[in-house]
């Protein structure tokens, strides 16, 4: 309802201002993205710090993200890291790609952030192919109809312990409607149906209101 949607952005807006939420280089990302036509889909203020805590407490040095829009969840994610991290995110657009690397350029985060424009799931099958260290923190948030097989490849490149967040995942409340034709919220149908049937995670997901409408996330902690 429009009512209860105006009170949710109302209280985004005093928690990003109580909050310190936003500073100027997340600002002009977000500016940055909205001149160059990119939709104003990503994660909220809130969400992104959220995000941003949770890698720092989990301790992750090398953060996969699949889905990099114009890097404002980058930006988060990679302020999580130390000095000797590394961020791998996957986009397809290659328009998208070129905003978000100037945005995290402006961030002063370019160092740490390395760029594979493609198809995520080519460039997750030639990460899996080039030997490196398991991620310790996943993010989720790129073509919903495509999690389920998203999801699989982030286990494949996990190890006992790592974190795997997925966006997205209430869809406005759609997740229980079985008879959807909506390729994403079907998509997220099967990744929940997924994750509890996978013993070798600890999993959960909370629905999420604010200026991002409502929604909600997952996270699962690979236990073996
Ligand atoms: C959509 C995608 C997102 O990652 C998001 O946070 C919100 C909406 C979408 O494709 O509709
Ligand atoms: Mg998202």
Do not use: C
Not at 91 to 112: D, P
Not at 144 to 155: G, H, I, M
């Amino acid at each position: 309802m429009k009512a209860d949607e105006d009170k949710w952005r109302a209280v985004d807006e005093f928690l990003n201002d109580s909050l310190s939420l936003h500073d100027s280089a997340l600002e002009s990302a977000l500016v940055a993205s909205a001149a160059a036509g990119l939709p104003s889909i990503q994660v909220s203020p809130a969400q992104g710090r959220f995000l941003q805590i949770l890698a720092r407490v989990h301790g992750s040095r090398r953060i996969l993200e699949i889905g990099t829009l114009g890097g404002y969840s980058t930006i988060w994610l990679a302020r999580a890291l130390p000095s000797n991290g590394r961020l791998i995110t996957l986009e397809l657009n290659e328009h998208y790609a070129k905003v978000a690397a100037s945005n995290v350029a402006r961030a002063n985060l370019a160092n740490l952030v390395d760029f594979r424009i493609a198809p995520a799931l080519e460039s997750l099958a030639k990460l899996a192919g080039e030997n490196l260290d398991p991620f310790d923190f996943i993010f989720i948030d790129a073509d919903k109809a495509n999690t389920p097989s998203y999801f699989e490849w982030a286990l494949k490149l996990s190890r006992t312990g790592s974190l795997i967040v997925v966006d997205n995942v209430i869809r406005n409340g759609a997740l229980t409607d079985i008879e959807s034709t909506d390729a994403a919220v079907q998509g997220m149908r099967r990744f929940i149906k997924m994750a509890g049937a996978e013993p070798r995670i600890s999993a959960t997901a909370l629905q999420t209101v604010g200026s991002k409408g409502y929604d909600g996330f997952a996270v699962a902690l690979v236990t073996g």
